[in-house]
């Protein structure tokens, strides 16, 4: 065989094979809706074809063949021209790519009637149907499961892939409240829509430790701060809890209905709440999450709630 | 020849070819650190980090770019004009005190604009539209170099012997009228400092354009800037030094003039494609696509006429590195040609844009068709510049089978990084949430921007192999006749 | 007819200029005779947030993040909803970009906050492990220009009559007005007390410090333009 034809084949081969790597790479092509992907890699493909195919073609020529044809009068600092006729298959396929251009502009994505916001809709729309009616009704494992895909695009973000805050970048969330969350909320008092509605807990100067009959001290907060952080286990800051914090949010933290959240431990509504309305704290400003679907808040929700019960 | 030759002033050729080396290099070898800053981020502030304000990515990208497209690229075009011209049109520089003038002035002023940018964009004065960073007073300053080239062009022109134009001249005409015309609309913009009364920075301005007008105005720009800066001039080099080189006529009269009106037409047409998906219009999107894929024609004809040139001359081609170059810058001008067309159908550019795919594509055709390109048009007219010739033969061959490696090794990894991301940002899992998150898509390239790194590497080796054996042509190869000028250059082994 | 171009050079420059300039007028002009307008909830920059915007630009962090969302069921989950024309009202430049070797940000504003940003330009990797971003830590040094900011502001505002001052309406039914200083101590005045709500926010001390001395590093503005983007 021809070196050069064999060395077109070679290259040819080469690219492929990098192209199918990368689709490799990439966990492949994304399943049977996505015709992005498909074309993307058939484009490369033709490209790589159609290049080796032609240019291997031209060096044949030169190769094999000898100029010929009728040289033009003028001659420019010696360089002389043929007046060949135009390559045919140039000038066929010159023809055809117009014909295609007519056809992708009144046809392929006609110009009176194409809008891509139109062709978003109903990608959502049919993305949506297919997901939403597969998981309508999930059990409590593919919940989490579909909770942790979410939080690792969406939340890791900040919280980290161990969800465990990076380092006091964001809030540990395998913990209901750190105790330096504790303290910031009592020092500063605290309003962040956990309940679903607005209910504002008074700072230390509207805390009554109902045991001594006095304003909460520096030392008392101290206790109760490592109380709650540590799942309000043992005794030291439990009497503190019980005559300041257990009033509002119940002798078990569980919190009451429409008075105070539970501190106790995460519930997924109360995820949901921090996830709607975004929170402020002891480490700085949580956004709101607002783009999510109903189904993703559910099992987001279910996962986040579960970390704190590990 | 019946006539005794005429003698060429080359003063001005001359000295854009040493600007053509050394900022060739300048701008690879920021692009080389740009590469492996992106392998291995430590490299930001491999100066200390009290200067890491000047060597991070972001400062230095557009010192890369605008260093290789106005510092290399533009070099070589001006100094191809001042030889190319002469030699085509039959007329020396010599011949006009006032055109000489004007060509040394044409220099200098050059000279001057390229420390302002690369003193500008090292602080961060900047427009931030690519390949359009200059701040106002740079921009007025590119204008006078514009024009006085300009005038030169057509002082030549107007001086001429030889009275029908070269292919040749047809795209440096083209060049020069298409730059300025983008150039001039696209840099509308009201120093504020005068506008506001004397406050804040006298070198501030603001676009003339906002959000999507702009956006349509940059990319009607920046496209057709490597319309005119990467393709029309190029075409021009190629037209010349291949046939020259080979001692080939040309293939056919019939396919260079379609093809170049073809591009003109065309090209302009294809900017909306940078925009697809955004959110100009819909038609004009459309409209976008279906004139790059239109595209591949004109310029494939360019290309094809060039390789049915050599028809029947292998051993040309396979005995001198020169051609060479020529022959592979043509193969890659016609991957890059149907890459991009490719790259602007929509479903694909779904996929594409953004990614490291576009990366590679420009650089396919700036290393391998403008850089080639180039290289070799300085290495043919160096001889007859400096009466030597050519200082190595197997340093050019060795030369080119380096940076042709480079160039294979970039855009293989850029294919196989682009491709990669474009799918993973699109990839939904099994629940139907986003399958990867962002850092996932960037940690998966470290081992292609490390190849990139090493092929861009390459490619700069190569290009001071060639600014060596450029010095050594200039100042101690064998002197030759003119009589060994006629075709294919003189070389030492 | 070409052969006669070829021997008229001016003629030929003509001719070339004429097929060139004709998609221009095509392509462009009908956009803009349908000027870019603002959607409702779009506001004119602030002067520190446009101060913030200059640092961007400054620092071409469009080299590596676009503002541009495509409408892509990917890219409306990974980002927020897709881009309106109307929300680039008021950017000049604009700044889509064309590359995103880090995330899109044209509604980062969203969902990272100033506190993320800080430690995140500090030291990228401390926050994202494997981000190959640089570290930004002249911008904690740096004095923000706030002066040009606000000439910016005068120059648009004359030029281009965005509206400054004036009432404009939110998404929400409320109305906000954007106010403009008259002189360039007011617009410093409020840059401050702009900076000050964010470096309340911010850790580094020296940050903090400069603030209250009076200053605006970068990195408070740029936060305050990042802020804005949503």
């Known amino acids: 065989m021809n070196k050069t034809v064999l060395a077109a084949i070679i290259v040819v081969i080469a690219m492929l094979g990098f192209t199918y790597v990368a689709v490799g790479s990439a966990g492949g092509m994304g399943g049977d809706g996505d015709w992005v992907n498909k074309l993307a890699v058939l484009g490369a493909v033709v490209l790589v074809i159609i290049t080796a195919f032609v240019v291997t073609k031209y060096v044949r020529q030169m190769q094999s063949d000898t100029a010929s044809g009728k040289l033009a009068d003028e001659n420019w600092d010696g360089i002389g021209e043929y007046k060949n006729e135009l390559p045919l298959g140039w000038a066929v396929i010159f023809l055809g790519s117009v014909v295609w251009a007519i056809w992708y502009f009144l046809a392929g994505y006609p110009v009176n009637a194409y809008s891509q916001i139109g062709e978003y809709n109903e990608e959502v729309a049919a993305h949506d149907a297919k997901f939403d009616a597969q998981f309508a009704n999930m059990d409590e494992s593919t919940l989490n499961a579909m909770g942790e895909s979410v939080f690792i695009v969406q939340c890791a973000p900040c919280h980290g892939l161990q969800a465990d805050g990076m380092g006091g970048k964001a809030a540990d969330l395998h913990q209901r409240l750190a105790e330096k969350s504790v303290k910031y909320v009592i020092m500063n008092g605290g309003n962040n829509n956990l309940l679903g509605t607005s209910m504002p807990m008074p700072d230390r100067n509207g805390l009554m430790n109902a045991n001594t009959n006095a304003l909460i001290t520096d030392a008392e907060i101290d206790a109760v701060a490592k109380y709650v952080a540590g799942g309000l286990k043992g005794t030291e800051g439990a009497s503190v809890f019980a005559g300041t914090c257990a009033a509002c949010h119940g002798p078990d933290g569980k919190g009451m209905e429409m008075v105070a959240p539970n501190i106790a431990e995460m519930s997924p509504s109360m995820v949901d709440m921090v996830l709607h309305h975004g929170k402020k704290g002891a480490i700085g400003q949580m956004p709101a999450f607002t783009n999510l679907t109903a189904v993703q808040y559910k099992a987001l929700d279910a996962y986040v709630a579960s970390l704190s019960k590990k | ?493 | 007819m070409f052969h006669w171009l070829e021997k008229n050079p001016f003629f030929f420059a003509v001719a070339v200029f004429v097929v060139i300039a004709f998609a221009g007028l095509i392509e462009i002009l009908p956009n803009f005779a349908q000027a870019s307008r603002p959607v409702i909830g779009t506001k004119p920059y602030t002067t520190l947030e446009l101060a913030g915007r200059h640092v961007y630009i400054k620092n071409s962090c469009n080299a590596c993040h676009s503002q541009l969302i495509r409408p892509f069921k990917s890219e409306t989950d990974r980002y927020g909803h897709y881009s309106l024309s109307g929300e680039y009202a008021y950017d000049r430049p604009f700044l889509w970009g064309s590359k995103r070797t880090g995330p899109d940000l044209h509604r980062v504003g969203n969902y990272r906050t100033t506190d993320w940003h800080e430690n995140h330009m500090k030291d990228p990797a401390a926050v994202v492990p494997g981000s190959i971003m640089p570290a930004y830590t002249w911008m904690f040094k740096n004095t923000a220009d706030i002066d040009t900011a606000y000439a910016e502001q005068l120059t648009v505002m004359k030029a281009f009559a965005v509206p400054y001052n004036k009432e404009l309406p939110m998404a929400d039914g409320s109305k906000v007005t954007v106010a403009l200083a008259d002189t360039v101590e007011g617009a410093r005045a409020s840059a401050l007390e702009e900076a000050k709500v964010i470096a309340v926010d911010m850790k580094d001390q020296d940050v903090k410090d400069a603030v209250a001395a009076g200053q605006v590093p970068e990195i408070v503005a740029l936060i305050a333009y990042l802020n804005s983007l949503k």
């Open chain 2, 1 to 493: 020849m019946e006539n005794r030759p005429l003698e060429y002033d080359y003063t001005v050729a001359k000295w854009f070819m040493l600007s053509t080396i050394v900022l060739g290099i300048v701008g690879m070898l920021v692009g080389v650190i740009l590469a492996w800053e992106m392998a291995f981020p430590a490299v930001n502030t491999i100066a200390g980090s009290g200067l890491a304000e000047y060597t991070n990515f972001s400062r230095l990208r557009p010192l890369h770019t605008d260093a290789v497209i106005f510092g290399f690229t533009l070099s070589g075009i001006f100094s191809t004009w001042y030889y190319i011209g002469q030699r085509v049109l039959k007329v020396s520089m010599a011949e006009s005190k006032f055109l000489m003038f004007l060509g040394k002035l044409h220099f200098a002023l050059y000279l001057l604009v390229v420390v302002a940018v690369v003193g500008s964009l090292l602080l961060g004065i900047t427009t931030s539209k690519e390949y359009a960073e200059f701040e106002w007073p740079i921009d007025i300053a590119v204008v006078v170099v514009w024009v006085t080239w300009g005038m030169g062009i057509f002082g030549l022109i107007g001086i001429r012997r030889e009275k029908s134009l070269y292919i040749s001249i047809w795209y440096y005409i083209a060049t020069f009228l298409g730059i300025a015309m983008l150039y001039l609309f696209n840099n509308m913009e009201i120093p504020t400092y005068f506008a506001s009364g004397g406050i804040g920075a006298w070198y501030h301005s603001v676009s003339m354009y906002s959000g999507t007008n702009d956006a349509l105005v940059q990319w009607w720009y920046g496209h057709n800037a490597v319309a005119f800066g990467f393709t029309v001039p190029i075409v021009a080099m190629i037209y010349y030094f291949l046939p020259k080189e080979s001692g080939q006529a040309v293939y056919s009269y019939k396919l260079s003039l379609l093809a170049f009106w073809g591009l003109m037409f065309v090209y302009l047409w294809a900017g909306g494609h940078h925009l697809l998906f955004s959110t100009v219009p819909d038609w004009m999107q459309t409209m976008g696509s279906v004139f790059s894929v239109v595209l591949i024609l004109p310029s494939w004809g360019s290309a094809i006429n060039m390789l049915l040139t050599m028809k029947g001359e292998w051993q040309q081609v396979a005995a001198s590195p020169l051609i060479k170059f020529m022959v592979l810058a043509s193969t890659f001008y016609m991957f890059s040609t149907l890459e991009g067309p490719i790259q602007a159908i929509k479903s694909v550019n779904a996929l594409a844009h953004f990614t490291d795919w576009i990366v590679g594509h420009v650089h396919d055709g700036t290393l391998g068709w403008v850089g080639f390109m180039i290289m070799a048009a300085l290495f043919h007219m160096a001889p007859r510049v400096f009466k030597r010739e050519i200082y190595s033969k197997s340093l050019m061959g060795t030369q080119f089978w380096i940076q042709t490696l480079g160039v294979v090794l970039y855009f293989t990894s850029m294919w196989i990084a682009g491709i990669t991301q474009g799918m993973m940002w699109r990839a939904h899992d099994e629940f139907g949430n986003l399958a990867y998150s962002f850092i996932d898509t960037v940690a998966v390239l470290h081992p292609y921007f490390t190849i990139r790194a090493v092929g861009g590497t390459l490619y700069l080796v190569g290009m001071l192999l060639f600014a060596f054996n450029m010095y050594k042509t200039m100042t101690s190869s064998r002197r030759v006749e003119e009589s060994e000028l006629q075709n294919a250059s003189p070389m030492g082994a």
